[in-house]
């Protein structure tokens, strides 16, 4: 079983929908990540949230600690939106558990 | 905003031969610095973490002999790829993070990538 578990592995949306991507995860942490990884490969960390709630434009992140729980959120989805969003949990001492990502394409 | 680079962006290398990799921070210090490698369609998997003037933190199954680290200065971090096979064939990626005068220091700053084909 994976320490990470992301659901769903792929999303297809319309533009302008309201999407969520889930995050689970079974290890005591010290953070949880939101990363965005596009078509090229380059990535870029979204937020690093380790209690509470997050938002930057249209995305908001939320965790919930004692569920072993984070979600993504995406507000007014966009065709630029479309990428692959990955959770990655980071324990005390560095070490990293990523999720197997969710693929998002968002249709004009 | 905080810059990572990477160079080179992609290499193609004979079996057998070394491959250096270089991780540097533009515009601003970093005195810790990941290396992650992706597999296609994968996730990303962490290597190891690197902290200037000191060894390498290597992560389970990950031979630090085959992947030498090495993180000299606060703006550069090279990860060399010795005596390249055609299973280290992958999308070698570094990130820093978490120093004053970064925008965010909450954050990881990933570099874009190198993609290593060994053949």
């Known amino acids: 079983k994976n320490e990470v578990e992301q659901s769903p592995q792929n999303l297809t949306a319309q533009e302008g929908e309201f999407i969520t991507i889930n995050c689970s995860y079974s290890?005591?942490?010290?953070?949880l990540h939101w990363l965005q990884q596009h078509p090229g490969g380059g990535i870029v960390s979204l937020f690093m949230l380790s209690s509470g709630k997050k938002k930057h434009g249209r995305l908001i992140a939320t965790i919930n600690i004692q569920e072993k729980h984070s979600s993504l959120h995406i507000t007014a989805s966009h065709p630029r939106d479309s990428a692959v969003y990955i959770c990655a949990v980071r324990k005390p001492g560095n070490q990293f558990y990523f999720g197997t990502g969710t693929s998002l394409t968002v249709i004009p | 905003g905080a810059v990572v680079s990477q160079h080179p962006s992609w290499v193609i290398c004979k079996s057998g031969t070394s491959v250096k990799i270089e991780c540097r921070s533009l515009?601003?210090?970093?005195?810790?610095m990941f290396w992650y490698r992706q597999f296609p369609k994968q996730s990303l998997m962490l290597m190891a973490t690197?902290?200037?003037?000191?060894?390498?933190?290597?992560e389970q199954g990950v031979e630090k002999d085959k992947f030498l680290i090495n993180h000299a200065s606060l703006t550069l971090s090279t990860l060399t790829v010795t005596s390249a096979h055609p299973e280290d064939s992958s999308f070698y990626i570094c990130s820093a993070e978490g120093i004053t005068g970064l925008p965010s220091t909450d954050t990881q700053y990933f570099g874009p990538g190198t993609r290593l084909t060994v053949l």
């Open positions: 290890v005591g942490i010290s953070a």
């Open positions: 515009d601003f210090q970093a005195t810790t």
């Open positions: 690197s902290n200037e003037g000191s060894k390498a933190t290597y």
